[in-house]
């Protein structure tokens, strides 16, 4: 199969307009890098494509040749799915552009882009696109996995956010599926992953953001029990304007954080009010009023970039990444406990178990309207092992699968599948439940041979 990729290897290079990174170019082995470095892939090739025509050409190669062929977008996956060994990566890292369209509140954005980049274009004209809580995730990872952040519980997913979507399918055809164009298409691309084609650019509705209130409050991790006990209940019934997720880990031992909390272990909520801001302090006065007193106290107003941005310093690309994610619908004593003795065994500064809000408006869409199909969940749960030393991938991977076997009984039965590693058949179908079948048949009418298959897969045999 290599060697007939070498053979066709000029035709690739006629029709291509960037660049191709092949294995022995000086720059190969910084390419292939991806965001987790527990996972170490060798493409074939690396395919950076400048336009839709490049994706098109990347795409007849991959499928000519009979290669397995990847996707990259913003390379933010922690499961590696945007790369393989043997086979090219089709990268979309250098689609970019982002346009904003004042008259509608219209955002169009490049399959490359980061959610840093769509919050920077659209900023400075006081809106945002629903999207994740790290500035430097892809947005196209994100969006066809679901997408849920700190604007989630006002304006719901970032696919209830979509519009439309250029898609370049499996045989090399170009469609644009949306809402009354290739109607099941754009329901699968709603939350069914990277299996029906690759996704060129996208369009968003954009809301009504520029400053919000919002940032982290600490606590020791003493009273963590307290908080989680008291969080279960305010998070729910609190305005839709104010989301807080909680988060369980460490205070890592740099600036800004004082030197004398470093290496603290403690609960934590990150809020982000994005209502009017004079009711932005009092919607948190409870957490403030009825909790102990905190470690640090960084609420605040702030651009709403910059709360999105917040933690980026914290987790560059190249560490060391586990993760396990479940949708919660409750939070019951006896999960807390089994949270408390795992937390408080992490095995790195940097890992941690956040819980995230995906209630408000995301219950007001049916399970069946778009792919996502777990619309009753109260959140979205991730367990990370997390450090820079590859001689610690191992204790991370036991830690974090130990502390999720011992939460999953207490959580519904699938995950947000961009807080998945490769899991298995079961997981995923547990994740679509009763939207799996359609979205196989989907599968097969858009991609009848599997080609896109290095992500979570839809499964057409």
Same mark, same amino acid.
């Given at each position: 199969?290599?060697?007939?990729?070498?053979?066709?290897?000029?035709?690739?290079?006629?029709?291509?307009?960037?660049?191709?990174?092949?294995?022995?170019?000086?720059?190969?082995?910084?390419?292939?890098?991806?965001?987790?470095?527990?996972?170490?892939?060798?493409?074939?090739?690396?395919?950076?494509?400048?336009?839709?025509?490049?994706?098109?050409? &990347?795409?007849?190669?991959?499928? /000519?040749?009979?290669?397995?062929?990847?996707?990259? !977008? +913003? #390379?933010?996956? $922690?499961?590696?799915?945007?790369?393989?060994?043997?086979?090219?990566?089709?990268?979309?890292?250098?689609?970019?552009?982002?346009?904003?369209?004042?008259?509608?509140?219209?955002?169009?954005?490049?399959?490359?882009?980061?959610?840093?980049?769509?919050?920077?274009?659209?900023?400075?004209?006081?809106?945002?696109?629903?999207?994740?809580?790290?500035?430097?995730?892809?947005?196209?990872?994100?969006?066809?996995?679901?997408?849920?952040?700190?604007?989630?519980?006002?304006?719901?997913?970032?696919?209830?956010?979509?519009?439309?979507?250029?898609?370049?399918?499996?045989?090399?055809?170009?469609?644009? &599926?949306?809402?009354?164009?290739? /109607?099941?298409?754009?329901?699968?691309?709603?939350? !069914? +992953? #990277?299996?029906? $084609?690759?996704?060129?650019?996208?369009?968003?509705?954009?809301?009504?953001?520029?400053?919000?209130?919002?940032?982290?409050?600490?606590?020791?991790?003493?009273?963590?029990?307290?908080?989680?006990?008291?969080?279960?209940?305010?998070?729910?019934?609190?305005?839709?304007?104010?989301?807080?997720?909680?988060?369980?880990?460490?205070?890592?031992?740099?600036?800004?954080?004082?030197?004398?909390?470093?290496?603290?272990?403690?609960?934590?909520?990150?809020?982000?009010?994005?209502?009017?801001?004079?009711?932005?302090?009092?919607?948190?006065?409870?957490?403030?009023?009825?909790?102990?007193?905190?470690?640090?106290?960084?609420?605040?107003?702030?651009?709403?970039?910059?709360?999105?941005?917040?933690?980026?310093?914290?987790?560059?690309?190249?560490?060391?990444?586990?993760?396990?994610?479940?949708?919660?619908?409750?939070?019951?004593?006896?999960?807390?406990?089994?949270?408390?003795?795992?937390?408080?065994?992490?095995?790195?500064?940097?890992?941690?178990?956040?819980?995230?809000?995906?209630?408000?408006?995301?219950?007001?869409?049916?399970?069946?309207?778009?792919?996502?199909?777990?619309?009753?969940?109260?959140?979205?749960?991730?367990?990370?092992?997390?450090?820079?030393?590859?001689?610690?991938?191992?204790?991370?991977?036991?830690?974090?699968?130990?502390?999720?076997?011992?939460?999953?009984?207490?959580?519904?039965?699938?995950?947000?599948?961009?807080?998945?590693?490769?899991?298995?058949?079961?997981?995923?179908?547990?994740?679509?439940?009763?939207?799996?079948?359609?979205?196989?048949?989907?599968?097969?009418?858009?991609?009848?041979?599997?080609?896109?298959?290095?992500?979570?897969?839809?499964?057409?045999?």
């Amino acid at each position: 199969m290599v060697f007939a990729a070498q053979i066709n290897l000029e035709k690739l290079k006629t029709n291509f307009r960037g660049e191709i990174i092949l294995q022995g170019d000086s720059n190969y082995d910084q390419a292939r890098k991806l965001y987790n470095a527990m996972i170490n892939k060798k493409p074939l090739l690396i395919a950076r494509c400048s336009d839709v025509a490049d994706v098109i050409s &990347a795409v007849h190669f991959g499928r /000519e040749n009979h290669l397995l062929t990847a996707i990259r !977008g +913003g #390379g933010h996956n $922690g499961a590696g799915l945007g790369s393989c060994d043997d086979g090219p990566v089709i990268d979309l890292s250098l689609m970019k552009g982002v346009r904003i369209d004042l008259s509608s509140k219209i955002v169009r954005a490049g399959a490359g882009c980061t959610q840093g980049d769509i919050d920077h274009a659209a900023h400075a004209f006081g809106l945002a696109v629903p999207s994740g809580v790290i500035s430097t995730t892809g947005i196209a990872g994100l969006t066809l996995g679901g997408g849920h952040g700190y604007l989630t519980r006002k304006y719901g997913l970032t696919i209830d956010n979509l519009l439309e979507a250029d898609v370049v399918l499996a045989d090399g055809s170009f469609v644009t &599926a949306n809402g009354s164009e290739y /109607e099941d298409l754009f329901w699968a691309l709603r939350g !069914g +992953g #990277g299996n029906f $084609g690759v996704v060129t650019s996208f369009v968003y509705k954009a809301h009504p953001v520029n400053e919000v209130y919002g940032g982290p409050i600490f606590w020791d991790i003493a009273d963590a029990r307290k908080i989680m006990q008291w969080y279960r209940e305010f998070s729910p019934a609190a305005p839709v304007e104010l989301s807080t997720f909680l988060g369980l880990q460490t205070i890592p031992s740099t600036k800004p954080f004082p030197q004398e909390l470093w290496g603290k272990k403690t609960c934590l909520l990150v809020g982000c009010y994005c209502g009017p801001l004079q009711k932005g302090e009092e919607s948190v006065k409870p957490i403030r009023q009825e909790l102990p007193r905190p470690l640090m106290d960084w609420m605040q107003v702030m651009p709403f970039p910059g709360l999105q941005s917040m933690f980026d310093p914290l987790f560059p690309k190249g560490l060391q990444w586990y993760w396990k994610g479940d949708f919660v619908k409750d939070l019951p004593d006896e999960a807390i406990d089994a949270h408390l003795e795992y937390s408080t065994k992490s095995p790195s500064e940097l890992s941690l178990m956040h819980l995230y809000p995906i209630d408000g408006a995301v219950h007001q869409t049916g399970s069946h309207q778009t792919a996502w199909n777990c619309r009753n969940a109260s959140w979205s749960m991730v367990i990370a092992g997390i450090d820079p030393n590859p001689e610690n991938a191992g204790a991370l991977k036991h830690w974090a699968r130990s502390y999720w076997e011992a939460v999953h009984p207490y959580n519904l039965g699938g995950a947000y599948i961009n807080f998945m590693m490769e899991e298995g058949l079961q997981r995923i179908r547990a994740t679509y439940g009763d939207n799996y079948e359609r979205l196989v048949a989907i599968k097969k009418k858009y991609d009848p041979t599997n080609f896109f298959r290095v992500n979570q897969n839809i499964t057409v045999s």
